[in-house]
């Protein structure tokens, strides 16, 4: 595939809480509002900020949060419609914007016509699509995790394969460039090697990456022929290490990371629609050790929107737990609060360092000095290139990198 991605930072936004869309509608509230309109103010925003491609939450038209799709062919009425996303889309291309677009593959919202007519029992190609149990005591359905609003498909039915390949290329050829496929884990890896290779017949340069919390990564992408998986475990360390002073952590989790990149570059990041805020679980200070951490080791980076922005938001285990790590923004970046500045600067001129050293991209880490509270490291680039990275946490949470040549290039923190 073309290596377009190499060159990429994301900028992840969920949509329905960006633009301010109810959640959890009314019949009224579902009225044609083209609320994806709201992010066209913020795409010289993205630029500016160094990213050049815009990672979309759902946008199908969907029963609550985007996650319980209705419709896999329709833009969700509360962000508008297919003009919406087509105005969305062109803007994109003309400013270079590669657009992600989030595939929620595994199961439907418990409305989907399809899973009805499966539950009616009277359409044997609908009932095919899903696992439907048939008993004295009822009849019974597999859910994605417990969550019976959420009817997993049936990943062994031809008619799956069919329809996932089918909406995957029907949006490529619209304007998107790349699929985040929700909740990947869920799904047996040999699925995908039935859509991914028919969508790359068409569409050779699209980039796949599947949402993937735990488990043998490599093994993964090498069995379901996706380009890259969700680095979770990077994720965690970058946090978790500054907030407990135990560098040991981010040592043992970039040895690992390290070996990932033997085989496929994975997408990193600091925060998402699923996980609180990265300031509000470590404070603005170790987050911007965090973000150095996410700027200076290899992977391809993804942003999640208000992160540059020291945005706070705590997620919680209820109905609406999500909400609040998922809030809408203004109309226009000038509208943002000058509180934000100090961290937006600091992600800014990372990122500004990663765009003059692109070998980044797939670079590999060495431990120089592994202490509790202090982690210096080089990365090294194929050929021959390096830079150095030391975080420290006393007498507070500062990061500097250094040159080859010893030339100070960045210092992060007071």
């Known amino acids: 595939m073309?290596?377009?991605?190499?060159?990429?930072?994301?900028?992840?936004?969920?949509?329905?809480?960006?633009?301010?869309?109810?959640?959890?509608?009314?019949?009224?509230?579902?009225?044609?509002s083209p609320r994806l309109d709201r992010l066209l103010p913020w795409l010289d925003y993205l630029i500016e900020l160094g990213a050049n491609g815009l990672a979309l939450g759902p946008i199908f038209q969907?029963?609550?949060h985007g996650y319980d799709t209705l419709d896999f062919y329709r833009i969700?009425?509360?962000?508008?419609?297919?003009?919406?996303?087509?105005?969305?889309?062109?803007?994109?291309?003309?400013?270079?914007?590669?657009?992600?677009?989030?595939?929620?593959?595994?199961?439907?919202?418990?409305?989907?016509?399809?899973?009805?007519?499966?539950?009616?029992?009277?359409?044997?190609?609908?009932?095919?699509?899903?696992?439907?149990?048939?008993?004295?005591?009822?009849?019974?359905?597999d859910d994605f995790e417990g969550h019976q609003a959420l009817p997993a498909l049936n990943h062994d039915a031809p008619a799956v394969v069919d329809r996932v390949v089918d909406v995957m290329c029907h949006w490529l050829r619209r304007g998107a460039s790349a699929w985040r496929l929700d909740a990947a884990y869920a799904v047996k890896p040999e699925f995908w090697t039935q859509v991914l290779p028919r969508v790359r017949a068409e569409f050779p340069d699209t980039w796949i990456v599947g949402e993937v919390i735990h488990g043998n990564y490599p093994d993964i992408v090498r069995r379901s022929g996706m380009d890259a998986v969700t680095q979770?475990?990077?994720?965690?360390?970058?946090?978790?290490?500054?907030?407990?002073?135990?560098?040991?952590?981010?040592d043992w989790c970039l040895k690992r990371h390290n070996d990932f990149l033997a085989s496929f570059v994975p997408m990193t990041f600091i925060g998402n629609h699923d996980v609180t805020r990265i300031a509000s679980r470590i404070g603005n200070d170790k987050a911007a050790l965090a973000a150095?951490?996410?700027?200076?080791?290899?992977g391809i980076p993804s942003i999640y929107y208000g992160d540059e922005q020291a945005f706070q938001g705590i997620k919680t285990d209820r109905?609406?737990?999500d909400d609040e790590v998922r809030p809408a923004f203004p109309d226009t970046p000038a509208a943002l609060s000058p509180l934000g500045?100090?961290?937006?600067?600091?992600?800014?001129?990372?990122?500004?360092?990663?765009?003059?050293?692109?070998?980044?991209v797939n670079a590999t880490t060495t431990p120089t000095q592994v202490e509790a509270r202090t982690y210096v490291y080089d990365v090294n680039g194929r050929e021959g290139q390096r830079l150095n990275v030391a975080l420290r946490l006393d007498p507070s949470p500062m990061a500097d990198i250094h040159a080859a040549d010893g030339t100070h290039l960045l210092?992060?923190?007071a």
Not at 100 to 125: K, Y
Not at 292 to 297: A, E, N, R, S
Request: hydrophobic fraction near 40%; glycine fraction near 10%; include cysteine.
């Open 232 to 250: 979770y475990e990077l994720w965690k360390a970058a946090w978790s290490a500054p907030l407990e002073g135990n560098f040991f952590e981010l």
């Open 62 to 64: 969907s029963e609550s």
């Open 411 to 413: 210092h992060v923190g």
């Open 319 to 321: 109905e609406g737990g």
């Open 341 to 360: 500045e100090p961290m937006r600067r600091i992600h800014h001129d990372l990122i500004g360092l990663r765009r003059r050293n692109p070998w980044l």
């Open 2 to 32: 073309s290596r377009w991605i190499d060159h990429t930072i994301w900028w992840h936004v969920y949509p329905l809480g960006f633009a301010g869309a109810p959640i959890r509608p009314t019949p009224e509230e579902r009225a044609l």
């Open 292 to 298: 150095t951490i996410l700027f200076t080791v290899g």
């Open 76 to 141: 969700d009425s509360r962000l508008g419609d297919d003009a919406t996303f087509d105005h969305l889309a062109r803007a994109c291309q003309e400013r270079g914007i590669h657009l992600m677009l989030d595939g929620v593959f595994n199961h439907v919202g418990v409305g989907h016509p399809r899973f009805q007519a499966a539950l009616a029992g009277n359409d044997p190609a609908a009932e095919a699509m899903f696992r439907i149990h048939r008993t004295e005591a009822g009849v019974h359905y």
